[in-house]
């Protein structure tokens, strides 16, 4: 049984609360491990320590702690399969979407390696006369992140490695599902340089959270998760003087219009819709069928989801793994049980597909006839099922989506340019493919929807990432003229 501990000031810390949670394999449904929950004086304590730490981590000079993220860089590159490992072994996806997984986080770590780039202020000679004025952007002290448990690795990337250096000290608060990426994290960023207590790891659940979000030493928290808990993190967090980035839950609608390439369009459902076996924010849980592109598509994504291997994240043949607990596969799989009650039609019903052993397992479900006012319709699903809307025009399409009280990601398959340039400006939602399924941003973008799926006006990474790290301070300065001035500057008047 391994023991996760929290990692404050650099040192492995076993949590003495008396509390923990189990850590479970989803391909085998057996308890791998346990992690200890934290009290709240073991988050102060770790507060405590990166408060510490700030003074002279923010005063390191921009060239060191590029340097530090450089080195992360490759040491992550180099333990891409260490990582790829401990994320299926507690996430359960397949290995190649840990790997790719892997590869998205990088990207973040690629960005804050170009922190002297990103952290450049201006500059104003003799706005008056005499006068210079100046901007600059500086850390804004202790900063947390509070992370879901679908990208473990990858969101918490989102966030650290900015935060760290634009010359912040960070606390994460990881899923406890799967926690244990993170100690690796922790390890190599160590091993890159980072001092004690920059980077700190608190174990933990609501107790934890809550204290985060109420301690005076903490100046920003960004979350990523559902929708009910993002509101409450930002309204917490704000209501205690803090900056919030807080992201939340998605229900993500791909329109397909009549002229779309249909082998094309369906490969895109099923890859974005059964990848990561739909624990994604990015997935898409909606087609969108316009008139005569319904029967076709439905079609082309029956045909391919048998060939879909369900199995263990390990197993090389698996594209899809097993859901992250057994309760909630049950809460997903009651989605497509009351489909047909609902009106819906069960064209693939994944329960159907017996799996061996006592994982997490469920396979993928297609339901047709999905409307507006139907649970598996109205609510974030977050598993392998993907519900098609029949509906007669781009418009009414649209105004499906506009609908929606969650405006994270959408797409549009057509060949038509002028449809796909209508549909980027006209739709509601912060991120939008067009013929690409997930079209989540690379990180020299920033990554954040509208609606309900964000709260704050910050989206995570990339510039505004950075802007959400640091404050700006505008300086206006005056030097006299040494040879009028009447001060004894204690230097030749030639000078």
């Known amino acids: 049984m391994k023991q996760i501990n929290h990692i404050i000031g650099g040192e ?46 923010s005063r390191t000079s921009v060239a060191k702690r590029t340097a530090v993220m450089y080195k992360f860089r490759d040491l992550v590159d180099r333990h891409s399969n260490d990582f790829a490992a401990a994320l299926t072994a507690e996430h359960g996806k397949v290995l190649s979407d840990s790997l790719g997984e892997v590869r998205r986080g990088l990207e973040n770590i690629e960005y804050a390696c170009g922190l002297a780039e990103h952290l450049k202020g201006s500059f104003s000679q003799e706005a008056s006369t005499d006068i210079d004025v100046y901007s600059v952007r500086q850390p804004l002290g202790v900063v947390a992140g509070i992370t879901p448990f679908n990208f473990p690795a990858m969101v918490p990337m989102w966030m650290y490695p900015n935060a760290i250096a634009a010359g912040n000290t960070f606390i994460l608060k990881p899923s406890e599902r799967d926690p244990s990426v993170n100690t690796l994290a922790a390890e190599l960023l160590a091993e890159a340089g980072l001092p004690d207590g920059v980077f700190n790891i608190v174990q933990g659940d609501k107790v934890a959270v809550d204290r985060l979000l109420e301690h005076p030493d903490i100046a920003a928290i960004s979350f990523v998760g559902s929708t009910p808990i993002a509101r409450y993190v930002y309204t917490t967090g704000t209501n205690n003087g803090k900056r919030v980035q807080a992201l939340g839950g998605a229900k993500n609608h791909m329109v397909v219009l009549p002229d779309a390439d249909i082998d ?36 082309a994504v029956k045909e391919r989801i048998p060939s879909i291997t369900v199995g263990d994240g390990t197993d090389e043949s698996s594209q899809m793994g097993p859901l992250i607990s057994g309760e909630h596969r049950d809460r997903v799989a009651s989605y497509v049980e009351r489909a047909a009650g609902e009106g819906a039609l069960v064209v693939v019903d994944g329960r159907e597909q017996a799996m061996e052993g006592k994982g997490f397992f469920l396979a993928p479900s297609l339901l047709d006839n999905v409307a507006p006012g139907m649970s598996c319709y109205d609510d974030e699903i977050f598993g392998p099922v993907l519900g098609v809307v029949r509906v007669g025009t781009y418009d009414e399409a649209v105004k499906l989506i506009d609908d929606n009280p969650y405006g994270n990601g959408t797409a549009i398959f057509t060949r038509d340019g002028g449809a796909a340039r209508r549909f980027q400006v006209e739709v509601d939602a912060g991120m939008v493919g067009i013929n690409v399924p997930v079209p989540v941003p690379v990180s020299y973008y920033s990554f954040g929807g509208w609606g309900d799926s964000l709260f704050g006006d910050s989206h995570a990474y990339g510039p505004e990432g950075i802007h959400f790290y640091t404050k700006a301070k505008v300086v206006t300065s005056r030097w006299p003229d040494p040879a009028t001035s009447a001060i004894d500057l204690g230097f030749p008047q030639n000078v």
Do not use: H
């Not at 609360?17 to 004086?41: H, I, K, M, Q, Y």
């Not at 459902?269 to 924010?281: L, P, Q």
């Open 264 to 299: 094309l369009a369906a490969d895109a459902a099923v890859s974005a819709a059964y990848g990561s076996a739909g624990e994604r924010c990015m997935a898409i849980s909606i087609v969108v069928a316009v008139g005569t592109a319904a029967d076709p598509l439905i079609a």
């Open 12 to 57: 492995q810390t076993p949590s003495m609360s008396g509390r923990t949670s189990n850590v479970f394999n989803p391909a085998t449904g057996e308890v791998t491990g346990f992690v200890g929950l934290a009290s709240v004086d073991e988050v102060d304590r770790a507060v405590a320590v990166a408060k510490q730490a700030f003074d002279s981590w």
